[in-house]
């Protein structure tokens, strides 16, 4: 187990996992500069007015329903399963798809922060346990010993 590793092991391990998450980082910024994709939204009716002019969001960004990604019945539900509604100073009333859904992201967020934390406590207590039981037969070894 990991209690058997020498000092000098440890901090080696550990260095060079700090050293691998630098390399990692690295390697991802540079893929997400020279990777990024410029945003383009399908809109309904083959309209662009909201490139155009400017517009107000009606209906923020949020998922299509089954049926109308299933339908297509909404061209713009087939590519990003999300979509919001826009009015532009002309009046027309576009919607167009959108990459992302904010209060669905919020919840992914903290669905994995409160499974993070319960994983941490299980840990701590699983870790806890443990220790007070090598503890207990320390003890135990020692009592016979002296018992002896």
């Not at 440890?10 to 630098?22: A, E, H, K, P, R």
């Not at 903290?110 to 870790?127: D, E, K, R, Y």
Request: proline residues 1%; contains cysteine.
């Amino acid at each position: 187990m990991i209690e058997n590793l020498s000092k000098k092991r440890m901090v080696f391990g550990i260095s060079c996992l700090i050293l691998l998450t630098i390399v990692v980082l690295i390697i991802e910024s540079k893929w997400m500069k020279a990777g990024s994709r410029r945003q383009e939204f399908v809109i309904e009716n083959n309209s662009t007015c909201w490139q155009r002019e400017t517009y107000e969001v009606i209906k923020d960004c949020h998922p299509c329903t089954a049926f109308e990604i299933a339908s297509k019945s909404q061209g713009v539900c087939v590519h990003t399963h999300n979509k919001e509604v826009l009015k532009c100073i002309g009046g027309e009333i576009v919607t167009r798809s959108c990459d992302r859904v904010a209060w669905l992201d919020e919840r992914h967020y903290w669905s994995f922060q409160i499974s993070l934390t319960i994983i941490g406590t299980l840990s701590a207590a699983v870790s806890f346990l443990r220790q007070k039981t090598l503890n207990r037969r320390t003890m135990l070894k020692i009592q016979r010993e002296l018992g002896a």
